[in-house]
C-alpha cells in the first residue's frame, strides 16, 4: 500500500543547530506539504511543492526551507533551530490541487532546548 | 487574512450523547474538508463538501456546508467512546482552488465519558 512516512518520529536539538526532517512518499503525488501543529493554532503551513524543483512559501515560513529534487521526498531544513519551533511537524501530500484529500505521515516532535 | 474560526475549541460529552462542532470562514470557500486526528495521531481525511448547502452522512456523523458556503459543521449522533479525538475542518478561499492551499481551523478536542 502506499504511504508517507516522516522521520525521525522524536527528535531533541539545541538552539542553533541545523535539523533537516525527511518524508518520503509512494503515493506518487505531486503535492506535497509541511505543516506545524501547535496548541491552540491548529495545523499551520509551511511550506509546499507541487512538482520537482518547484517550492512555496507558506504562512510560517520563516526559519524553515525546503528542496524538491524527486517526486517522493520534501525534506524540511530547521536552518538554526529556535525554542519558538518546537512544535509536531506533519508533512503531507495530495493527488490533485483542487479537491483532493491530503495524506498525511506520523508526525514529527521536534524539541529545541 | 483568510481565517476559518473553529468552535467550540474543547468538548466533554457523556457517551450516547451528541456532539456538534461549527467551522466559519472570512471569505466563500470553494470547498471544506474535515479530518480527525486520534490522540498521539495524525489527522486522516474523513469528507468533502463541495456545493452550497450539501448535507452528507457517515453513519452517525452528519457533515453540513452552508448555503453561502462561508460555514460548515460537524454533528454526532450518540457519541461513542471512539470519537474520541480533535476534529478539523480546512477551506480552500474561493479564487485559490488551483492552489490546493488548505486552510484549518484550530480544531475542536471531544472527550466521551463512558
Known amino acids: 500500500d502506499a504511504e508517507i512516512t516522516q522521520s525521525p518520529r522524536h527528535k531533541i536539538t539545541e538552539t542553533g543547530r541545523q535539523v533537516t526532517l525527511a518524508c518520503h512518499q509512494t503515493?506518487?503525488?505531486?503535492?506535497m506539504f509541511w505543516y506545524r501543529q501547535d496548541l491552540g493554532h491548529g495545523l499551520r503551513l509551511i511550506h509546499y511543492?507541487?512538482?520537482?524543483?518547484?517550492?512555496n512559501k507558506g504562512e510560517v515560513s520563516d526559519g524553515y526551507s525546503v528542496s524538491r529534487s524527486n517526486t517522493e521526498d520534501l525534506p524540511l531544513t530547521l536552518e538554526s533551530a529556535a525554542s519558538s519551533q518546537t512544535s509536531v511537524y506533519f508533512c503531507?501530500?495530495?493527488?490533485?490541487?483542487?479537491?483532493?484529500?491530503?495524506?498525511f505521515g506520523n508526525g514529527t516532535r521536534l524539541t529545541v532546548t | 487574512g483568510q481565517q476559518v474560526m473553529q468552535i467550540p475549541q474543547y468538548q466533554h460529552v457523556q457517551e450516547g450523547e451528541d456532539f456538534t462542532t461549527y467551522c466559519n470562514s472570512s471569505?466563500?470557500?470553494?470547498?471544506i474538508q474535515w479530518y480527525k486526528q486520534r490522540p498521539g495521531g495524525h489527522p486522516v481525511f474523513l469528507i468533502q463538501?463541495?456545493?452550497?448547502?450539501e448535507v452528507k452522512k457517515q453513519k452517525r456523523l452528519t457533515f453540513q456546508f452552508g448555503e453561502a458556503k462561508k460555514n460548515s459543521s460537524l454533528h454526532i449522533t450518540a457519541t461513542q467512546t471512539t470519537d474520541v479525538g480533535t476534529y478539523f475542518c480546512?477551506?480552500?478561499?474561493?479564487?485559490?482552488?488551483?492552489?490546493?492551499?488548505?486552510?484549518f481551523g484550530q480544531g475542536t478536542t471531544l472527550q466521551v465519558k463512558p
Open positions: 503531507a501530500s495530495s493527488a490533485h490541487r483542487a479537491n483532493s484529500p491530503l495524506h
Open positions: 503515493w506518487n503525488h505531486n503535492n
Open positions: 511543492s507541487y512538482g520537482v524543483q518547484d517550492t
Open positions: 471569505t466563500t470557500l470553494s470547498n
Open positions: 463538501l463541495v456545493k452550497s448547502g
Open positions: 480546512a477551506g480552500i478561499p474561493y479564487g485559490s482552488s488551483n492552489t490546493g492551499k488548505l486552510i
